[in-house]
């Protein structure tokens, strides 16, 4: 079973930027769909982005567009995101994960079939 592994998360100031990588432990490459999802204290998982196989669509959550930015590697085992003037409704813990073939909604956390661990983002002011 391919593990995915996050890294990249941590503290940082409003306005500012971070990148989160997620890579396969093995580095097994995956050719399906990839993304990100994050979910804040006492919420639900919300749709971050996502890319398809070598980055031909990608797909950002509404709070995130335009500010953020998604890519997979050529090697298809690794996809960073980078967000960009953070604002503290950011914190939350991020997991990246991998949708499952045939799936029917790039916002529905409930197409992912494998998920990271997660990675701790705080955003203060």
């Known amino acids: 079973q391919v593990q995915l592994v996050e890294s990249g998360g941590g503290s940082a100031q409003t306005g500012g930027s971070l990148t989160l990588s997620c890579a396969t432990a093995?580095?097994?490459?995956?050719?399906?769909?990839m993304g990100w999802f994050r979910q804040a204290p006492g919420k639900g998982r919300e749709f971050v982005a996502a890319a398809t196989r070598r980055n031909v669509n990608k797909y950002y959550g509404k709070a995130v567009k335009g500010r953020s930015t998604i890519s997979r590697d050529s090697s298809e085992n690794m996809i960073t995101l980078q967000i960009y003037g953070l604002k503290p409704e950011d914190t939350a813990v991020y997991y990246c994960?991998?949708?499952?073939?045939?799936?029917?909604?790039?916002?529905?956390?409930?197409?992912?079939?494998?998920w990271g661990q997660g990675t701790q983002v705080i955003v203060s002011s």
């Open positions: 994960g991998k949708y499952q073939v045939g799936y029917t909604s790039i916002l529905a956390a409930g197409n992912v079939e494998l």
């Open positions: 093995d580095g097994t490459p995956i050719t399906e769909t």
